[in-house]
């Protein structure tokens, strides 16, 4: 019989982002996160238990540039930090972690990137198996494209559903101060436009973000001090399958599927999805694997096609539903993150807001 | 000067990577090199191209190799408009394709050479043009064409070659970044023959250089404070190894972490101008400028004694 799980919850959510910032750099761009993530949560900064960062050495181009960014988070006295080579919702999930095992009560974690520095799509070539594929360099984009022909081929989805995906996730973008691309074209607009990557078009690729977020996390009666209305995590869970894309059924996200069904989607109604959608065609097939009923409202920010400030794009994720919650908007919703090519490792993350 | 501060970034491992291949992988690669494709037997008996040390789904060791293709199915495609010159396996538009080669029950990633979209398709059967010269590597294959449109050379294995163990992959990302606004104001005051650290407005600790924040906070550090050239040197190596820096290049030199008077930070930089032996903790020196005074911190060459009798240990023994 497992141990019963803490109660933790989001109680301070922040981003920052911007389009091809040429002036501020990474530690200018989390400063105000970490400020104003902490200050929502009224925990004073030096109370806060522990500290984990998701980013990506690679975005900056030099060897633990990352580490970096802890010159925004006020690191003396000594505090107890990690960082993971990650999304920061992988961050989040070590938080998450550490205050089950009962070693603190209150986690910041952050997550940032500057994708505009380098060749952000040629970047994670090197993710790839080094023997057969990264030496051929196909780019992010090139591999989301096969794995959206897959998907077309196998039924799963058509290009009249990226281009609704597609519209919907633009329009919805508008309405987000945070977003950088976001417009009204409709799915008819957006299908008499070039296909650029077959069979993509730009309006179906996340933008090239910089930014960074932070979260607070809570747990027990320190969440309820910190918020009116704390968004509780009640299930949080990632799978990821193998790395050989021929050996994965690319039309079906299999490690979202066993996430979802250990972390409980199923156990309760989804009034909300944010899912961390870098291409169209990959919601239809993470809306299947997460159980999702058509009428599920997902992305309502805009989701990663207005905004993907890469290694804290799933973080925010997590932060728009949770900021749904607390705003009394919905109840529960689900939130998920993603890394590794074609949707290879995903995180699901399942909160609710306290009915009484 | 108001422009960005940006700087072109390169990353390189210099002659290329190398890695070994173990057993498995150096056993695909010797195929390639020999003209030949193998696929190694999954637990549940499906044929894994390329082949992998483990079963993915059991980790269970693999062994039982079995030769695939030479041809095979497209089962998913897409379309390189612009290809990226010098890493991609072409120079001119091509298509990328999942391809199943017969006799296996995965698809390997590959490029397929044709004039254009249109002739590509899921189901669409391929072959491998294989290069003239093969070294061991997935390149070995110059690209893959639709099956019977050329003659399918197969190429004579050399004799007596020896399998292959390891590959090199030439890897290099270009980056432009950008300095960020509290390090530029500080670029920009090295150009002008000044050095400008920066601190927060609670806090009396100035940040030389600047990166935008107190380390200790977190704060915005929004208050600038010209520092002197001068300062301490509170600690220091003595370098015997040739060949790392361009403006010392003799050996023995020595490189220190240098206390600027009004800094709280210390400032790494090579000391020139006395004997490696004789440089100590304590000392007093002053910065050396270039000629040409550029926003970058090789606007400072290097600091040399400048005759002030030594700083008393107690006094900067916290920066020690």
Redesign the interface.
């Known amino acids: 019989m497992s141990p019963a799980l803490r109660d933790v919850a989001v109680v301070g959510f922040a981003q920052n982002l911007a389009d091809h ?8 761009f989390i ?1 105000p996160v ?2 104003d993530a902490i200050a929502q949560s009224g925990i004073p ?1 030096h109370d806060i238990g522990f500290t984990v960062s998701g980013s990506c050495d ?1 975005l ?3 060897p633990f540039t990352f580490v ?1 960014g ?7 006295p000594p505090i107890k930090e990690s960082h993971v080579e990650m999304d920061a919702a992988w961050a989040l999930y070590e938080a998450w972690v550490s205050i089950q095992v009962g070693d603190v009560d209150s986690a910041l974690i952050y997550g940032f990137g500057k994708s505009s ?3 952000v799509h ?2 994670f070539n ?1 993710m790839n ?11 992010t984009v ?1 591999l989301a ?6 998907a077309i ?1 196998a039924d799963v989805t058509n290009e009249r559903e990226l281009a609704e995906v597609a519209s919907r996730s633009h329009t919805a973008a508008l309405a987000n101060p945070h977003a950088i691309a976001g417009r009204d074209a409709s799915a008819d607009v957006l299908l008499a436009e070039p296909v ?5 078009r730009d309006a179906d690729i996340a933008p090239i973000t910089d930014g960074a977020a932070a979260i607070v996390l809570a747990a027990g009666d320190l969440a309820r001090k910190a918020s009116s209305r704390p968004a509780w995590i009640r299930g949080i869970e990632h799978r990821i399958e ?1 790395l ?4 994965r059924d ?1 039309t079906r996200s299999e490690s979202t599927r066993l996430a979802a069904e250990a972390a409980g989607v199923a156990d309760g109604p989804v009034e909300v999805a944010e899912l961390h959608t870098q291409f169209s065609h990959e919601e239809p097939i993470l809306r299947a694997a997460l159980g999702l009923a058509p009428d599920v409202p997902v992305n309502p920010s805009g989701g990663p096609l207005g905004a993907n400030p890469i290694m804290a794009t799933g973080l925010i994720r997590i932060g728009e539903v949770a900021t749904r919650i607390t705003a009394g908007d919905v109840s529960r919703g689900v939130a998920h993150a993603t890394q590794g090519p074609c949707l290879q490792q995903n995180l699901v993350c399942v909160l609710e807001g306290e009915t009484n | 000067m108001t422009e960005v501060l940006l700087e072109q970034h390169v990353l390189e491992y210099p002659g290329g990577y190398t890695r070994s291949t173990g057993p498995v992988v150096g056993r695909f690669l010797t195929g390639l090199r020999d003209g030949r494709f193998e696929g190694i037997r999954g637990g549940d008996g499906t044929v894994i191209v390329p082949p992998t040390e483990y079963d993915p789904y059991t980790a269970a060791a693999l062994s039982e190799f079995v030769e695939v293709g030479p041809a095979g199915v497209v089962t998913a495609w897409t379309w390189v408009a612009e290809p990226r010159v010098g890493k991609q396996p072409l120079d001119r538009p091509f298509a990328w394709a999942l391809i199943k080669l017969d006799g296996a029950d995965t698809a390997m990633l590959h490029a397929v050479a044709v004039d254009a979209p249109d002739a590509m398709s899921v189901g669409l059967r391929v072959q491998p043009r294989w290069r003239t010269e093969r070294i061991g590597s997935i390149r070995d294959i110059e690209a893959f064409v639709p099956e019977g449109s050329e003659p399918l050379v197969v190429p004579s294995p050399e004799p007596d070659a020896e399998p292959v163990t390891g590959i090199v992959t030439p890897t290099r990302l270009d980056y432009e970044i950008n300095a960020g606004i509290a390090p530029s104001k500080y670029l920009r005051g090295l150009a002008e023959g000044k050095v400008i650290g920066q601190r927060a407005v609670d806090s009396d600790q100035v940040y030389v250089p600047p990166r935008g924040s107190d380390p200790t906070s977190g704060e915005p550090t929004e208050i600038e404070v010209e520092v002197a050239d001068v300062g301490t040197v509170t600690t220091f190596c003595v370098v015997n190894v040739p060949g790392l820096s361009e403006l010392a290049p003799e050996i023995p030199y020595v490189c220190a972490q240098i206390l600027l008077d009004g800094a709280n930070t210390a400032w790494f930089g090579l000391i020139q101008g006395l004997p490696a032996d004789e440089v100590r903790m304590g000392l007093r020196v002053k910065a050396v400028w270039a000629d040409e005074l550029i926003p970058n911190a090789a606007s400072i060459k290097w600091f040399e004694p400048n005759g002030e009798p030594d700083t008393p240990y107690e006094s900067y023994r916290e920066y020690a």
């Open positions: 910032d040429r002036e501020r750099n990474e530690v200018e400063i970490v400020r900064r690679y900056s181009g030099g970096q802890l010159d925004a988070v006020g690191a003396w520095l380098g060749d040629e970047i090197l198996d080094p023997y057969s594929v990264m030496p051929l360099w196909p780019s090139d494209a096969l794995q959206a022909c897959a081929a650029t990557h077959v069979p993509l193998p050989a894309l021929g050996v690319l």
